[in-house]
């Protein structure tokens, strides 16, 4: 496709112009997302762009597309610019201050899953973000009809709002507090404190921070520049919210209590030997695509 055999303002032109400037901006997929952009200012599916590629756009939806090719060439995220993602099948949408939701994180949910006994059961989601994990739990096990309590927390007012924006979106019956690993469930005066064996969860999921400190820099710079800090910082070794939520997490968990946590590639040995310690037993560990250990879980 050539800028010559388009009228400069046609879709074809400015597709080939936006491809070329995120191309050039050093964006890895950027003939993919200049047509996604296009696409969604248009309103057009894939099928009838390439029909249309020698329409003429207005003037007006032409500035908007250039202008978030641009901002895309400034390696701002591609899903902060649409405003939203797909996650197990669902559409999330993505606001800034919050983390943007990764393929790689449905291996979670898919082991959550795997993880849940037939029955309904309490469920807490921890360092929610997006809500996607808990989110997309809640409305899996609703559709093969278990009535779960689903609990999302996180410290960032951001990622509430959004997980709340989510949740009304699709649908899900879902509860969302603010609370500081489990410290809301900690108050005296909170409606949510844990006060018997009854009240306890049967599953805690999370996808806490877990970037070194040090490794942060060297992060995309989509992700760098552009992502919460709170929701990529692990501390110095990339572990603190491991071991705040397993040295805790047995006051929370009944007994045969499931946990499992989203890890970094090479946090695997780490996390599993605080689980251990903790008394819990049946670890396990998935990768991901790419055969990076991704996933650990374990049973109180």
């Known amino acids: 496709m050539s800028d010559l055999e388009f009228d400069a303002k046609s879709i074809g032109a400015l597709i080939t112009k936006g491809s070329k400037i995120l191309t050039d901006a050093g964006i890895e997929n950027a003939k993919a997302e200049a047509r996604v952009l296009m696409s969604e200012y ?13 329409d003429r756009l207005d ?5 908007r597309y250039m202008k978030s090719i641009k901002k895309r060439a400034t390696h701002y995220p591609f899903q902060y610019i649409l405003g939203y993602t797909y996650f197990m099948d669902n559409i999330i949408l993505c606001k800034e201050n919050v983390l943007i939701p990764r393929y790689d994180t449905e291996n979670l949910v898919m082991h959550a899953l795997e993880l849940s006994p037939g029955k309904g059961i309490k469920v807490l989601d921890m360092c929610t973000g997006s809500g996607c994990i808990g989110i997309s ?10 009535h779960d309590e689903v609990i999302l927390t996180d410290i960032s007012d951001a990622a509430l709002s959004l997980a709340k924006e989510n949740s009304e979106n699709l649908g ?18 909170s409606d949510e404190k ?3 064996e009854n009240d306890k969860f049967d599953l805690i ?7 070194r400190t040090k490794d942060i820099n060297n992060l995309i710079r989509d992700v760098r520049d552009h992502e919460p800090r709170l929701a990529l910082d692990g501390a110095s070794d990339g572990l603190k919210f491991y071991r705040m939520i397993i040295g805790n997490a047995r006051r929370f968990l009944k007994e045969d209590g499931r946990i ?3 890890i970094g590639c090479e946090q695997y040995m780490d996390v599993a030997d605080m ?26």
């Open 59 to 63: 003037d007006f939806t032409a500035m």
């Open 205 to 211: 999921i999370s996808n806490p921070p877990y970037i």
């Open 194 to 196: 844990i006060v018997s």
């Open 260 to 262: 499992a946590f989203e």
């Open 275 to 300: 689980l251990k310690n903790e008394g819990f037993k049946h670890i396990k560990k998935l990768r991901d695509m790419s055969g990076l250990d991704r996933v650990v879980s374990g049973v109180l």
């Open 137 to 146: 739990y809640k409305l899996i096990r609703e559709k093969e009809g278990y």
């Open 42 to 54: 248009t309103h057009k599916d894939m099928a009838e762009l390439y029909s249309k590629l020698k």
């Open 172 to 189: 899900a019956d879902v509860k969302i507090l603010k609370s500081d690993v489990f410290e809301v469930f900690e108050k005296e005066d």
